[in-house]
């Protein structure tokens, strides 16, 4: 070892744990595990893929998924399974969850 660094690539792993650590729960406590199940929200998991059933928190990365990976079928956001629409969120209820400030 010479002691010199490879150059830092960002890998595409490298990046989708980006985002699943800006929109996926990690708070802990009884809370925080409540809404990582999805117990009372249906999870974070709000959409998921009709063709893969992969699923997504919202539409804008259901759309970057399907440009990805079904790039051939035409994007349908009515034909995405939201599976959160059977489940109706209480919005008094404090989410303990996403990552990031509270104020708007
Ligand atoms: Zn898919």
Request: glycine letters at 10%; a positive charge.
């Given at each position: 070892m010479?002691?010199?660094?490879?150059?830092?690539?960002?890998?595409?792993k490298?990046i989708a744990?980006?985002?699943?650590?800006?929109?996926t729960?990690r708070?802990?406590?009884?809370?925080?595990?409540?809404?990582?199940?999805?117990?009372?929200?249906g999870g974070?998991?709000k959409l998921?893929?009709?063709h893969c059933k992969?699923?997504?928190?919202?539409?804008?990365?259901?759309?970057i998924h399907?440009?990805?990976?079904h790039?051939?079928?035409?994007?349908d956001e009515s034909k995405?399974?939201d599976l959160?629409?059977t489940?109706v969120?209480?919005?008094?209820?404090?989410?303990?969850?996403?990552?990031?400030s509270f104020?708007?």
């Open positions: 010479t002691g010199k660094a490879k150059p830092k690539k960002h890998t595409a490298e744990s980006k985002v699943d650590a800006a929109t729960n708070g802990g406590g009884k809370a925080g595990l409540a809404d990582r199940s999805g117990i009372e929200k974070h998991a998921e893929c009709p992969i699923t997504a928190p919202d539409v804008k990365s259901m759309q399907h440009d990805a990976r790039p051939k079928i035409p994007f995405l399974s959160h629409a489940c969120p209480e919005t008094s209820k404090p989410k303990p969850g996403v990552r990031g104020k708007k």
